[in-house]
């Protein structure tokens, strides 16, 4: 069969077959690249052994959206072929936390004492309404999809001449007999590509304001789903970031270490899809959402990813949203709301500098449906005017629109007062799909387009600004408030102009800098080594040793700097162990290790803070032919990255071929969970290596949970 596989553009494979078209694997929204292909879209769908790609951080089981348009648009169930019950299973607690909601209500304490019980949603009455089909019976699981199995033999027939076959580690298509197709039955995406930061202006954030990341929905081809970053005091939260968030703003020239939280409004796959993929990313993020629906997403998390959900929730720092009361966030008050959707859902208001701004969340705002629904004892009088209520006073107004009855129908927003049309952003619709010449715009897509609030400035501003820049950086996180205002004192903020160099090689070392926005490149011998960018720090070295600079730093973008001069660095630094990391880091940059890292498919695709601070921690060690570094049933005390060593483990498989140069070995899960070695390590070449102690692992796997994820169950990574 002519053209029988085509790889689709965000990955898996859709197949031309007899009994129909057939997809392999599903990342989030690759529905729609059969759609703007002009392709039909399948009903069956054929789910990967692995269900979840740990390296990216994204579902390839996203079975929700292709669900959702057969069944709501076209009226048809899909078909799922699994390879296993466990996979079933798996895929049912997906859609029953997707479709359904949580099993478990809120409680008590979710909402401010003084919030009204009448003002409270009652989720299982509203969950029931919106599962009410126009026939009158109730929609679940198997009412949109029908779950298919390999037999014993491995294959599952479509019709008499079609068949799919599970081979070894493939897919395997057959038509009459023969072979038409042949894919792998894991989704091996392309590993996450690390954009360098973008070389224009750089951007700088507003003290409030908003960048929409995209503004439509789950099957607009032409568009990306809806989620934006709030800026508040010049730092991002995220709120339902799309897939690939952080790769779209860096290639825009915004560093990921400026968006240091996630609001996560629901558990729908358009809007939580990028949430765990920006938790896995460096550093640990604040997670927003209230217990309800941290529950909902960890239990979905979980049964895709494999990870155990106690694992999972402690990947990030969780910032309990209650109603009624506000969150503090970067000198902003964000106050939460519960909206009306088919699942527990949030809207908020947010407060900063004597401005404001309205997200309503994915809702059903319809006066007239809304008063439909309390008369019909689904709402509450109170809730129902609750949510007719809609706070439109805001000095901005983002505000969803979509197909009832789940979303809020755009000619409802077109009959609001002009005044405040003219303050509303129309998201989660496809720009064709709004009202024309009624008023209404759809936000604007792309940091060019950021809606910059203006508001009154405070005095403490700039010192806030840069005190959350100096408490990210890894060496100062762990300082005492007490020294803050010392840390403070000792800095002050310069501007490098592109070009300039901000430090020469061969001088003497005096000032620590760090990149407050813009990118510098470290030159060595007129060969360039690697770059630093907003959060990253340089110029430690020779402070700590006192001894000449080793490279040149030239500013590749317009940069701001903040600098501390030597005197005040180390006075800083004073009882605290970071002088001694800093020593050994130094160290560890004469041996060239960072080389070494490039060596392996794991540690070169770290950023830079993420390599500095790896090294930090380890220290060089000669080993010798026959010494054995660990043994099976001692408690597991480190791990190894190897230079010119190597190395061979003996497991229960048997020895594995030696490890050499590039190799991090080590039973990081023993290690992770204090446990006892399952290996033995013994050296077969001498030479130098670089040793992680288990105490400096944990911490750097606890600040860094994207690392730990992928480091899960494995005892070496080469």
Not at 34 to 56: C, I, K, Q, W
Not at 177 to 198: F, K, Q, S, T
Not at 501 to 528: H, M, P, W
Not at 600 to 627: D, I, P, W, Y
């Amino acid at each position: 069969m002519a053209d029988a596989v085509i790889a689709l553009q965000r990955g898996g494979f859709y197949l031309r077959s007899s009994a129909g078209p057939i997809q392999v694997g599903l990342p989030p929204e690759t529905i729609k690249d059969s759609m703007a292909a002009g392709l039909d879209v399948p009903t069956l769908y054929v789910l990967p052994t692995e269900l979840f790609d740990r390296r990216r951080g994204v579902n390839v089981a996203e079975c929700e959206f292709p669900a959702y348009f057969n069944f709501f648009a076209l009226k048809r169930k899909i078909r799922l072929l699994v390879t296993s019950a466990d996979i079933e299973r798996r895929v049912r607690a997906v859609f029953e936390e997707a479709l359904f909601g949580p099993s478990v209500l809120p409680s008590d304490s979710e909402f401010a004492a003084d919030y009204g019980l009448a003002f409270r949603p009652d989720f299982e009455r509203e969950s029931n309404h919106f599962r009410r089909m126009p026939d009158g019976k109730r929609l679940d699981v198997d009412t949109l999809v029908e779950f298919l199995r390999f037999d014993e033999a491995g294959r599952c027939a479509l019709s008499e001449q079609c068949v799919i076959a599970h081979e070894a580690d493939s897919f395997v298509l057959y038509e009459s007999g023969a072979e038409a197709a042949r894919v792998p039955d894991r989704l091996d995406l392309a590993p996450r590509v690390r954009p360098a930061m973008g070389t224009g202006a750089q951007f700088e954030p507003p003290e409030f304001g908003v960048t929409v990341l995209g503004s439509s929905h789950g099957f607009d081809p032409a568009g990306k789903t809806t989620g934006f970053i709030l800026w508040v005091g010049k730092r991002g939260i995220l709120v339902d970031p799309p897939v690939d968030t952080t790769e779209y703003l860096r290639e825009r020239g915004v560093s990921p270490k400026l968006v240091d939280g996630v609001i996560l409004t629901h558990c729908h796959a358009d809007h939580d899809s990028g949430t765990f993929q920006k938790i896995l990313e460096e550093g640990r993020i604040q997670l927003y959402t209230t217990p309800t629906i941290l529950g909902s997403f960890l239990r979905k998390y979980s049964a895709l990813s494999g990870i155990g959900e106690d694992l999972l929730r402690r990947t990030f720092v969780f910032n309990p949203v209650t109603i009624g009361k506000p969150v503090r966030a970067h000198g902003s008050e964000i106050w939460f709301f519960y909206t009306l959707h088919s699942i527990p859902a949030l809207g908020f208001e947010v407060f900063y500098g004597g401005k404001s701004m309205a997200f309503s969340g994915d809702c059903l705002f319809d006066p007239v449906r809304l008063t439909a629904l309390r008369e019909a004892g689904v709402l509450t009088p109170e809730r129902c005017e609750d949510l007719i209520d809609f706070p439109w006073h805001h000095t901005v107004v983002v505000h969803e629109a979509g197909v009832p009855p789940l979303h809020t129908p755009a000619t409802v927003l077109a009959e609001l007062p002009e005044d405040v049309k003219e303050r509303l952003y129309v998201v989660h619709i496809a720009e064709k799909d709004l009202p024309k010449d009624r008023g209404l715009k759809t936000a604007r897509v792309g940091i060019e387009e950021t809606i910059r609030i203006d508001v009154t400035s405070s005095p403490n501003d700039e010192a806030a600004e840069w005190l959350d820049l100096l408490t990210d950086v890894e060496i100062l996180r762990d300082l005492p408030l007490s020294r803050s205002g010392e840390l403070l004192r000792a800095v002050r903020a310069v501007r490098a102009p592109a070009g300039t160099k901000v430090i020469a090689e061969g001088s003497l070392g005096n000032t620590f800098y760090v990149i407050a926005s813009g990118v510098c490149r470290v030159v060595q011998g007129g060969v360039d080594l690697k770059e630093y960018e907003a959060g990253d720090y340089f110029g430690e070295t020779a402070l700590v040793l006192d001894q000449p600079r080793t490279a040149d730093v030239i500013a590749r973008t317009d940069c701001v700097l903040l600098e501390i001069d030597r005197y005040g660095f180390l006075y800083l630094l004073r009882g605290t162990d970071i002088e001694d990391r800093l020593r050994r880091l130094a160290k560890m940059r004469e041996a060239r290790s960072w080389e070494v890292f490039d060596r392996n498919t794991v540690l070169s695709v770290f950023t830079s803070a993420q390599k500095t601070q790896l090294q930090s921690h380890m220290e060089t060690r000669m080993l010798s032919v026959g010494e054995v570094l660990w043994t099976t049933g001692e408690p597991a005390q480190m791990a190894i990255l190897l230079d010119e060593a190597q190395v061979v483990m003996d497991g229960s498989d048997g020895p594995l071929a030696p490890f050499s140069t590039g190799a991090f070995v080590g039973d990081f899960d023993a290690i992770r969970q204090s446990a006892s070695a399952k290996t033995t390590v013994r050296v077969v070449q001498a030479g130098r290596a670089f040793v992680v102690g288990r105490d400096a692992l944990r911490r750097f796997f606890k600040d860094n949970p994207g690392v730990l994820v992928s480091f899960l169950g494995a005892r070496f990574v080469e």
